[in-house]
């Protein structure tokens, strides 16, 4: 029964605690800062395809063809897609210079 008292007594201690010490602190909210992009940068693509690395982008290419995949890999010449749309066990190098297009998923609601 020891026990069991000792319990019941932290318990109203820690109830006590918490309304004589009203509300909690304010807790300050820090937002993450957004990585910037050069874009007068001659790597302005490849800047990008870095800040996606390990997620999914979708890729418009000069030639008119899309591609949707996971940035697996970014180099200073070319880009390797993963987990092609529809073509999940395939990869995909593309040039850096055929790139006209980067979507990325920016935010959530």
């Known amino acids: ?3 069991c008292e000792e ?3 932290l318990g109203v201690v820690v109830v006590l605690l918490c ?3 009203g ?3 304010p807790v300050s909210v820090v937002l993450a800062e957004e990585p910037t992009v050069e874009l007068n940068s001659p ?3 490849r800047q990008v395809l870095e800040q996606q690395l390990g997620k ?3 890729i418009k290419l000069l030639s008119g063809q899309d591609l949707d995949g996971k940035v697996a890999k970014i180099g ?3 880009v390797v897609l993963s987990e092609l749309g529809g073509m999940e066990f395939f990869d995909a190098t593309l040039r850096l210079d055929q790139v006209a297009v980067v ?4 935010r959530t609601k």
Request: glycine share 8%.
């Open 76 to 78: 200073t010449q070319a």
């Open 7 to 9: 319990r019941v007594g």
């Open 19 to 21: 309304l004589l010490g």
């Open 103 to 106: 979507v990325a998923k920016a």
């Open 43 to 45: 790597e302005v693509v």
């Open 1 to 3: 029964m020891l026990c």
């Open 56 to 58: 999914r982008v979708k």
């Open 23 to 25: 509300s909690p602190a």
